[in-house]
């Protein structure tokens, strides 16, 4: 499969600066575990975001529910 490859215009000070941080990784490595942990750490401030708005008591429901739709829909 033959890859096709594009240029991403920064700084030559951010440049410097991620190719401190990506070490011996290729660029795309590099590059897609930055987005990987970006991800991650969206999805666990959304998670805290989330826990700060719903109780107890709504979790218990939540799961009450999910495990109803299990047992009707055989999951």
Known sequence: MNKKF???SISEETKKK???EKGDMSWDDFLLLLMNEYRKKKAEKGIAELRNLI???DIE???ESHKKMHEIFKL
């Open 6 to 8: 594009t240029t991403i």
């Open 18 to 20: 991620l190719e401190s």
């Open 55 to 57: 109780t107890n008591e």
């Open 61 to 63: 429901k939540i799961e």
